[in-house]
């Protein structure tokens, strides 16, 4: 059989009509018989007779008549059509298996007058119940001669005719699962061309000040629907539209979903649209009003009727009757805005599914059916004739709001949405500047729009398609000028801000003082102590040392570093201790309980690798063992003190609550990005009430809250090895015993590696179809993501926001060891597809400042300072030069203040002094020294050196400890010197004062003529840095 039948679903449904006809509610009590005749006309879309046959079977039979009576099924139809039907027709029996009543299948002769067919069905109606009534719709009218001698045979036999169309739509209303399904893919059809389509081509017409026809726009979007791109991956032969779209503006404004777009030129003011699609027979319906440069009050009245429409989403739940939800939606209205009650749409909408309106499932005060869970509606609403006070044309002095939905209807909870297009004012409002604020301001661009978050960006974008010549000629100007302003209020805003910081003194934290033993009675009696040998007690982490003969115990957190080293017939071991004036490492600071207090800096105690006669061991054994040990505790010790330290400022999260229902957003097969434990996992991402929760395969959990999400970024596939979901938090949260600011949730698609061996060619049949398989891939888990993001998205109100990079913003760079592309979002700068993530909020950001910015350099340098002088600055190295303009008109269409120079600064020590002395920094111009312009524009020689001495942070802990050991160890004079390196080196440990004292005369020397060649040189040269107090009392 080519078309096949889906048996299943036609008993379920044929059993849900017979129930209903059996239980005898409203018409379907009078009926004896139903009659269901379907005849040829091209011109009728929506027809609640070919609305039951698809219902029932799939497909549209025409010049069909189907009759069901109280114990039998006839249906009269062609000899294709009866072959088709054969795989429901029951032959044997008088009922089958499946409870419904048995079929008759007729096949109707086409050079006949089918009367002998007629009478049987004729006879058949006669024997079903009482044969006085048949039921049918009363509205469906087929032409044709075999459709006219049915009716005629019908009015003939004086039956009785009833209209169940009500009735029948309402047996129908409840969609099964399978049909939800449909529906909900035709509502996400629907929006993608919207969003992607309709949306994107009214900012081009708005951008561009074309003219453009609202007849002329509806066809374009007809013609959409043919492209793939915006369907989905649906197959374009099953999507048509419900109806033409239809566009409205200027004034002219019918809130009917029975009108046409007429011929008018689209006006700049209030656009409504209306359009719905149609999938494998189901509908959607979507309505959106585009507003460009909204006065304030149409905004109120647009935010007010969002909140008409989230009202009405409360009322429309299973069990309440259609005309209750209607009433308490008027009386809100009544009660917020009189005014506009009069203004307020007849009906509210209408119940939808094969059919586009269901004419008996209104919303309206006077229909009584009660909703069901399952059904799915389309609801419409909008203001009407509403005045512009503004407007000084008559196509601007009018306006309507219109806004409409498809939706879902649940047992208890409010209506879910199924075409979950954003329609805040920040989506749909497109601000314009005007011609005389173009002329007050030069560095006004032609149109500024917000739809969307990408306000900051789409500007950019925006220029760089529509200036003209002599605005291209002139950007840099505008962006001086503009940049001049940012200069004056960001001095005058960054003084402000610190003057209200002043008060707050920060509270240093006082260092742990760790004590070995608080008695006497603690300390250990072992032989080792007795005889004066180093002893490790691990239980109190202590290490006990002779010292002028008496036992003395250090804790192991006074212990900074220890070294070994054998030299001919001794071995030394040194130890160096904290003592106020070094270093404690990096962030900690030089704070001590009692700093007056007498420190022992340094001890060196040396052992004999000899065996004197009579000793059972090496006296250098001790040695041996007690740097063996005191490494193993100090290690154990950090350790911990790491951990402490990752708990430290986590602030106490809420619980999160689990949403039990199924239906919760869901994505599976995802990794989570820091590992929770050493190896990747996989496990599934799912969003609950107030947070997401992922949970790995192996049953970790990890809880991240929407309150806690500072950016939610979603980076798509395209032009990348993964697709990600990145938060970046608030405050940390702590899994994996660390805590982590930024959690990311990916998945992998196409290979990351590529097998080089293999022979290549172009033509290769595998290849290609690795492609294809690949290309799909992507598609499919982009739309799993998009999906995904929409639920979430409804689910919090809109209240979680997911960002999208714009790629074509992007710029590369190497914020760490390695080059990434950068991409801005609506908010932020991201890379989010490398490890470790790179996020920085725009909003934080004080200045940007371009280093080594020189015309013979392919690279310079970005350093963004932030509006917290005590957050390190971020360096972002390597920067193409030409991306140079396009980071200026960026940060420029942000609102960020930028600067460039041609040599690298020292920012520790830029950062050290305003902090010290933030008011002097201001009186001396504050952040204008970076301007090329100003006089401060030169830099020291050697500044580059001195920041990559300062910045320079090796990774590796052994690395950090040896430099520790050799610059540590000395105060600041002699840090400064050129030999603090080499003085306290493990390898020169062992040379004597005098070896020492003719090595620094020697290194004197040698140091007095290099500064006599430099002075000069540095003498010409100003300083970059602001010049700090300190260095005047000098």
Not at 92 to 117: D, F, H, Y
Not at 177 to 206: C, H, N, P
Not at 873 to 894: G, R
């Amino acid at each position: 059989m080519a078309v096949n039948l889906d048996k299943e679903a036609y008993y379920r449904r044929i059993k849900r009509l017979y129930s209903n006809w059996k239980k005898g509610e409203d018409e379907f009590g009078r009926v004896d018989a139903i009659v269901v005749s379907v005849g040829v006309d091209e011109e009728i879309v929506y027809a609640k007779s070919t609305a039951i046959q698809t219902w029932l079977f799939g497909y549209e039979l025409t010049d069909t008549i189907m009759v069901f009576c109280d114990t039998k099924i006839i249906f009269l139809a062609s000899k294709k059509k009866v072959d088709f039907l054969k795989q429901v027709a029951v032959t044997k029996g008088n009922e089958n298996a499946n409870g419904v009543p048995p079929i008759t299948l007729l096949t109707r002769e086409k050079n006949e007058s089918n009367k002998a067919n007629f009478d049987k069905m004729i006879e058949a109606i006669r024997g079903s119940r009482e044969g006085k009534t048949v039921g049918v719709f009363s509205k469906d009218k087929f032409p044709g001669e075999y459709m006219k001698s049915w009716n005629d045979t019908i009015t003939a036999e004086g039956l009785e005719k009833v209209d169940i169309s009500a009735v029948v739509a309402y047996t129908m209303a409840v969609k099964e699962d399978g049909e939800l399904g449909l529906m909900k893919k035709a509502a996400a059809i629907t929006s993608e061309v919207y969003s992607k389509f309709f949306k994107e081509r009214v900012m081009e017409i708005v951008d561009a000040d074309e003219k453009v026809r609202h007849s002329k726009l509806a066809e374009s979007v007809e013609k959409a629907i043919e492209e793939k791109k915006y369907l989905g991956g649906a197959d374009p032969s099953t999507v048509e539209m419900c109806y033409p779209p239809i566009i409205q503006s200027g004034g002219n404004y019918n809130l009917k979903f029975s009108v046409v777009s007429d011929k008018n030129h689209m006006h700049f003011g209030a656009i409504t649209c209306a359009m719905g699609i149609r999938y494998k027979s189901y509908c959607s319906n979507l309505v959106r009003t585009l507003m460009v440069d909204p006065p304030q009050e149409m905004q109120d009245n647009y935010n007010f009727l969002l909140q008409v429409e989230e009202e009405l989403l409360k009322q429309l739940k299973h069990g309440v009757k259609i005309s209750d939800a209607y009433s308490t939606v008027l009386e809100y209205v009544k009660k917020e805005k009189a005014d506009l009650v009069a203004k307020l749409t007849k009906n509210l909408g209408f119940a939808m599914g094969i059919e586009f309106r269901e004419g008996s499932l209104v919303l309206n005060a006077k229909n009584q059916y009660k909703l069901k869970k399952g059904m799915v509606l389309s609801i419409s609403l909008g203001f009407s004739d509403l005045v512009n006070k503004d407007g000084k044309k008559d196509e601007q002095k009018k306006y309507a709001l219109f806004i409409g939905d498809t939706v879902q209807i649940n047992e208890e909870e409010a209506a879910t949405i199924l075409t979950p297009v954003k329609k805040k004012i920040k989506n749909v409002g497109i601000f314009l500047k005007n011609d005389d604020e173009e002329d007050d301001e030069e560095e006004g661009d032609d149109a500024e729009e917000l739809l969307g978050k990408g306000a900051r960006s789409a500007a950019l974008l925006a220029d760089r398609t529509r200036v003209s010549v002599y605005r291209r000629m002139t950007a840099e100007e505008k962006r001086r000028a503009h940049q001049k302003e940012l200069a004056n209020h960001l001095n005058e805003e960054a003084r402000r801000r610190l003057t209200e910081q002043k008060g707050e003194q920060q509270i240093q934290k006082a260092r742990k003082s760790n004590v070995s033993y608080k008695n006497v009675s603690q300390m250990p009696r072992e032989k080792d102590i007795r005889d004066m040998k180093i002893f490790i007690d691990k239980k109190y982490e202590t290490v006990v040392m002779p010292v002028f003969g008496i036992a003395t115990p250090f804790h192991i957190a006074t212990i900074k570093n220890i070294s070994m080293s054998v030299e001919g017939d001794y071995t030394y071991l040194r130890i160096n201790f904290y003592v106020p004036g070094s270093s404690l490492g990096r962030q900690e600071g030089n704070i001590f309980p009692n700093p007056d207090a007498t420190f022992v800096k340094e001890i060196t105690y040396r052992a004999s690798n000899l065996k004197a006669p009579g000793d059972t061991s090496v006296p250098s054994t001790n040695l041996q063992n007690a740097f063996r040990i005191i490494k193993e505790v100090q290690k154990r010790y950090k350790t911990r003190e790491a951990e402490e330290k990752e708990k430290e400022g986590i602030v106490k999260q809420d619980s999160l609550v689990i949403n039990l229902n199924r239906s919760n957003p869901k994505l599976k097969d995802l990794y989570i990005r820091p590992n929770i434990a050493q190896k990747r996992m996989q496990g599934s991402l799912e969003a609950h009430t107030n947070g997401f929760r992922f949970t790995s395969v192996r049953g970790d959990k990890v809880d991240i809250l929407y309150n806690n999400i500072k950016h939610a970024i979603f980076q798509p596939c395209d032009g990348e090895m993964i697709i990600v979901l990145h938060f970046h938090l608030k405050n940390a949260i702590m899994f994996g015993k660390r805590r982590h600011t930024d959690v990311q949730f990916y998945t992998e698609v196409g290979e990351i590696t590529t097998d080089l061996g293999k022979h290549q060619h172009m033509h290769d049949r595998d290849d290609l179809y690795a492609e294809q398989m690949e290309r799909e891939m992507r598609h499919k888990l982009k739309s799993a993501f998009k999906n995904f993001i929409e639920k979430v998205e409804t689910l919090t109100k809109e209240e979680l926001e997911f960002e999208v990079p714009f790629r074509d913003l992007g710029f590369q760079g190497a914020p760490y060891r390695s080059t990434c592309l950068l991409q801005p979002t609506s908010s932020s700068l991201v890379n989010v597809t490398e490890w470790p993530p790179f996020v920085v909020t725009l909003d934080e950001v004080e200045l940007v400042h371009f280093e080594r910015v020189q015309f013979h350099l392919k690279n310079f340098d970005v350093v963004i300072v932030y509006k917290d002088y005590n957050k390190k600055v971020t360096m972002i190295n390597a920067v193409p030069v030409n991306s140079l303009d396009p980071i200026k008109e960026w940060l420029n269409s942000c609102d960020i203040k930028y600067t460039e120079g041609v040599q690298s600064l020292n920012w520790t020590k830029i950062m050290k002094t305003i902090v010290d002395d933030p008011e002097g920094f201001f009186e001396q111009g504050g952040w204008s020294f970076l301007d090329p312009e100003s006089e401060g524009s030169g830099a020291e020689e050697d500044s580059e050196s001195e920041m990559e001495d300062e910045t320079f942070n090796p990774s590796a802990d052994e690395e950090e400890e040896e430099e520790e050991d050799s610059d540590e160890d000395y105060d600041s004079e002699t840090e400064d010197s050129d030999y603090s390196a080499s003085v306290g080196s493990e390898e020169e440990s062992g040379k004597d004062w005098d070896e020492l004292e003719e090595e620094a005369r020697k290194a004197d020397r040698e140091s007095h003529y290099e500064d006599e060649d430099t002075s000069s040189k540095k003498r010409k040269v100003r300083s970059v840095a602001p010049p700090s107090k300190k260095k005047r009392r000098s």
